[in-house]
């Protein structure tokens, strides 16, 4: 740290992205991207469209605001696009946290919500998962506090239903209640069409997972027309063209071609259960997950262990070192051809750790 670095960052610890090595061509199965490609559609209008990038972006997204409105069933003074969904959960902490309004997350879930927290200086609390690894919803009811949920959660995978997150939203009503849906088209049930029924429901959504956009930052804030006018004052006041042209092609053009992530999704899905399938009969334990990654443990082989073999053999998952999950593994769902060298390499693993 330099001398010259503020003060009131001396206890800042910042997020830890899953690495990305450059060192050999590893089968990339720790940062939840999708294993496809866009379609060719959208690279080819994000192609034609960098000819104009001597010209600023439209800072009020009106294309694709337009495109999502139709898309989502929902009206476009609803909807924020923003550069990742890392920046809607930080204009929300920013919006809708203070001394005075703490934050609240599960004590496993998305580990930026602790990042942006400390970075704002809010204060926060956690809630432990419960013994099996879900959210108790109820411990969320009554508590005075804006809420961040992952749903379905991360790294756990588990999903709550929208009935659920509705008795959080009505028992909180003076707070806002985030619902981080970037895993939801893997499974889970959107909250996203009861933006109109709870004024205090702010639900964010991502192209970096079920769109194959991680590489372009692309996410969405849904929430009634008074609370996007209020994060559209920290965006305004923090960078007005965040998105800029060629991710905004890139999104409304992902938006004309739902039918490909449908397909792909569906696909993930489909390999998701069968490596579910494959890994329990090796004898792991394996939560059950609504997204496009397995969190997974063995009693025959440590946690960070396995991730270092898989990783010699050039396989990449992710390892988290918390105190409950230290004996798991994140591994993201691939093409089949993918998973089919993983549970090859973990089958040879698992038996050069028995000799
Ligand atoms: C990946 C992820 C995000 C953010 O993704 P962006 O690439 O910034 O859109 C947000 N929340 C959770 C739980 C995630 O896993």
Not at 155 to 175: C, F, H, K, M
């Amino acid at each position: 740290m330099s001398k010259f670095f503020s003060k009131k960052y001396d206890a800042l610890t910042p997020y830890t992205p899953g690495e990305q090595p450059r060192d050999m061509q590893y089968i990339k199965l720790n940062t939840n991207e999708s294993p496809f490609p866009p379609p060719e559609a959208v690279v080819e209008a994000v192609k034609r469209e960098a000819g104009a990038c001597n010209l600023y972006s439209d800072p009020t997204c009106r294309a694709l605001v337009e495109e999502v409105a139709k898309v989502y069933k929902v009206r476009p003074t609803q909807v924020l696009p923003t550069n990742g969904s890392d920046e809607i959960l930080n204009f929300a902490f920013m919006a809708f946290c203070d001394r005075d309004t703490p934050a609240t997350f599960a004590d496993i879930t998305y580990g930026f919500y602790e990042v942006f927290a400390r970075l704002h200086g809010i204060p926060y609390r956690t809630i432990p998962l419960k013994e099996d690894f879900s959210i108790d919803y109820r411990e969320y009811m009554g508590i005075h506090s804006t809420v961040f949920i992952a749903n379905p959660n991360a790294p756990t995978g588990l999903a709550l239903s929208r009935a659920q997150i509705e008795e959080i939203l009505v028992s909180n009503p003076d707070n806002i209640v985030v619902v981080d849906e970037a895993y939801v088209d893997f499974g889970g049930e959107s909250c996203v069409s009861l933006i109109d029924k709870y004024e205090n429901l702010l639900v964010t959504q991502t192209f970096s997972k079920s769109r194959s956009l991680a590489g372009a930052r692309l996410g969405l804030g849904f929430a009634n027309e008074k609370l996007i006018n209020d994060l559209n004052t920290l965006k305004y006041s923090t960078n007005p063209y965040n998105v800029n042209r060629m991710t905004m092609t890139a999104g409304v053009v992902a938006l004309q071609n739902q039918s490909y992530f449908d397909e792909k999704c569906e696909e993930i899905c489909k390999t998701r259960e069968y490596t579910k399938e494959k890994l329990t009969k090796l004898g792991f334990f394996v939560l059950d997950s609504k997204t496009n990654f397995l969190f997974i443990r063995s009693d025959k082989i440590d946690g960070e262990r396995l991730y270092n073999q898989l990783k010699s053999r050039g396989i990449l998952v992710r390892h988290f070192n918390g105190e409950r999950i230290r004996e798991f593994n994140r591994v993201t769902v691939g093409t089949k051809a993918q998973m089919d060298a993983f549970l090859l390499a973990v089958t040879e693993i698992l038996k050069e750790n028995q000799a």
